[in-house]
């Protein structure tokens, strides 16, 4: 049974730093390219960045500088390091993977 369990996120003010991470069991992590999502009260659930499994990297122009994305083979788990936050990064972000999502993690920035 494929699984993504979040962790981390929480609240931060304008120009913080968080972490959200996604534990991953039930797959071939290492074989698959891994995403992160986020997704606004009311609005369609939007790309973040993603990490192929060769470790190339790919982010949303509104991350871009900001947010980094990693992940460990070893251990079947991802991470997206946010820096620089903004309050327009509130939102539940949400992990992909194997076809399967996350739970959601709240991440908010008060300005």
Do not use: H
């Amino acid at each position: 049974q494929v699984q993504l369990v979040q962790r981390g996120g929480g609240s931060v003010q304008s120009g913080g730093s968080l972490s959200v991470s996604c534990e991953a069991s039930g797959f071939n992590f290492g074989r698959f390219t891994m995403s992160w999502y986020r997704q606004v009260q009311g609005k369609e659930r939007e790309f973040v960045a993603l990490i192929t499994n060769a470790g190339s990297t790919r982010y949303a122009d509104f991350v871009k500088g900001r947010f980094t994305i990693s992940r460990d083979n070893a251990r079947g788990t991802l991470t997206l390091d946010m820096n620089s936050l903004k309050p327009e990064d509130t939102a539940v972000y949400y992990c992909r993977g194997s076809d399967a999502w996350g739970q959601g993690t709240q991440v908010t920035v008060s300005s």
